[in-house]
């Protein structure tokens, strides 16, 4: 369902760009979000944007580093990630709702993994180290 591409492995202080482009449904009325998990913790919220638009949220850990945008010509979401450190290595994961869901905290993304997203995607691994 979703299509992933971006990741790797860079020194601290790279940058990657993350993207996951949908098939069989449209993004636009999606709320839509990346969450990561990395080795031996359970999976967080990173970043969420609703499909009314406004203010996304980004976790205070990639606060002012990351950045998510949608492209709905594309059909494609992004997470842009500069400033990049060794505590970012994690597998990251987009995912993609409909349902009635806000975004505006970290504890509002906890309850959007609680619920379960309509659609995810498979993981994207990125690595941070020198």
């Known amino acids: 369902q979703f299509v992933e591409s971006g990741g790797g492995s860079v020194p601290p202080g790279g940058s990657l760009t993350l993207s996951c482009t949908a098939s069989g449904f449209n993004l636009d009325s999606y709320n839509l979000a990346w969450f990561s998990q990395a080795p031996g913790k359970e999976r967080e919220g990173v970043s969420c944007?609703?499909?009314?638009?406004?203010?996304?949220y980004f976790a205070d850990s990639v606060k002012g580093r990351f950045t998510i945008s949608r492209d709905n010509a594309k059909n494609t979401i992004y997470l842009e990630m500069s400033g990049l450190k060794p505590e970012d290595t994690a597998v990251y994961h987009c995912?993609?709702?409909?349902?009635?869901?806000?975004?505006?905290?970290?504890?509002?993304?906890?309850?959007?993994?609680?619920?379960?997203?309509?659609?995810w995607g498979k993981g994207i691994l990125v690595n941070v180290s020198s």
């Open positions: 995912a993609a709702d409909r349902g009635d869901r806000k975004c505006s905290s970290g504890e509002e993304m906890n309850i959007w993994l609680r619920f379960g997203m309509d659609y």
């Open positions: 944007i609703e499909s009314s638009g406004g203010s996304p």
